[in-house]
């Protein structure tokens, strides 16, 4: 059993820069693959950005490539997500999560976090 906990969320203005993290306990983070989805207002949860086990791999959405880069540091149990020129549209909750059986490409996660709202202000 992991527990995912996503920090960093909030208020941010357009253009500017946010760090999202998420911490893990229960289990090694090391153990799976980390991802981070979002849902804005009244849309489904899509898939922003993945990360492999070591860290050596990732994966992002078409729409996340370029501003979005996603890291983590096992030793600390912790996943990032950094979002750079942030824009209005980037607004919704961010969750991470962490799956041990899946390919980055296609995660189906086994567990989630609460999630952390980014409203970014135009």
């Known amino acids: 059993q992991v527990q995912l906990v996503e920090s960093g969320g909030g208020l941010v203005q357009a253009g500017g820069s946010l760090r999202l993290s998420c911490a893990a306990s229960?289990?090694?983070?090391?153990?799976?693959?980390m991802g981070w989805f979002r849902q804005a207002p009244g849309k489904e949860r899509e898939f922003v950005a993945a990360?492999?086990?070591?860290?050596?791999?990732?994966y992002y959405a078409d729409s996340a490539k370029g501003r979005f880069t996603i890291s983590r540091d096992n030793a600390k149990n912790t996943g990032y997500l950094q979002v750079n020129s942030v824009r209005p549209e980037d607004t919704a909750v961010y969750y991470c999560a962490a799956d041990q059986v899946n390919r980055l490409s296609a995660l189906q996660p086994q567990y989630w976090g609460q999630g952390t709202q980014v409203t970014v202000s135009s």
């Open positions: 990360i492999s086990q070591s860290g050596i791999n990732t």
């Open positions: 229960g289990r090694f983070l090391a153990s799976y693959n």
